[in-house]
């Protein structure tokens, strides 16, 4: 499967734990979004990055989220201190973007967290 | 602040009946809208966005840029067409920063 792939594809922690998410996004895309989904809702921005610098981030992103795109290609989604209210589905997407415009957006499959 | 409102949480229509699934939006700008689709058990994936005014499976999608509406019209349903449906807003600056409604399921009766 040459889509974009995350990992986990499920994760159950304890309340307090440390969790952290891979994406690896289509090769060639230089950007790369992470978005989180809770149940009966669509998907709500959280953070992307335009290659390695993470150009914006969302209100919903607490400071006990961090996310990194060390070397352009692959990225990680760090959550510290789970709360039950993080639970939800976390998406990772990846677009091209190019001098004249860019391609739809790739998404993954997810990663499913459910803090016990 | 952009908002897109599926007014509808699940819809069931006849096999051969016109579907639409309505989709509203609030953007200050000029935005460009999208409809993704997820079939069970797939991931989130692209059905067609508003500036390639194309046909895929057999769904068009206007933009109304008076009535701030994007529905998605398919004059004959398919049971393959069951599946989860989101209407989805970004800017046209190059961020492609998706915001989303929250859905509609959509159930073809056979």
């Known amino acids: 499967d040459t889509g974009v792939s995350q990992d986990p594809r499920h994760k159950i922690t304890k309340r307090g734990q440390n969790v952290t998410f891979r994406c690896d996004p289509i090769?060639?895309?230089?950007?790369l979004y992470w978005y989180r989904q809770t149940l009966g809702q669509g998907p709500e921005f959280l953070t992307y990055f335009q290659n390695e610098a993470q150009l914006e981030k969302s209100r919903l992103l607490s400071d006990r989220f961090s996310a990194e795109r060390p070397k352009g290609s692959f990225s990680t989604l760090e959550i510290q201190r789970t709360e039950q209210g993080d639970s939800a589905m976390y998406l990772c997407a990846s677009s091209l973007l190019t001098g004249v415009g860019y391609t739809e957006a790739f998404f993954g499959q997810g990663t499913r967290l459910t803090v016990v | 602040a952009q908002r897109v409102t599926q007014p509808e949480k699940l819809l069931s229509v006849f096999k051969g009946a016109p579907v639409e699934l309505k989709c509203n939006y609030s953007?200050?700008?000029?935005?460009?809208l999208f409809w993704y689709v997820q079939y069970s058990r797939q991931r989130l994936q692209l059905l067609l966005r508003h500036i390639s005014r194309e046909s895929i499976k057999g769904f068009t999608a206007d933009l109304n840029k008076g009535e701030t509406s994007f529905h998605l019209k398919k004059p004959f349903a398919q049971e393959e067409d069951s599946a989860m449906y989101y209407c989805a807003l970004s800017s046209n600056f190059g961020n492609e920063k998706l915001t989303f409604g929250t859905g509609t399921r959509l159930t073809i009766i056979p």
């Open positions: 953007y200050s700008g000029s935005p460009e």
């Open positions: 090769s060639e895309h230089n950007r």
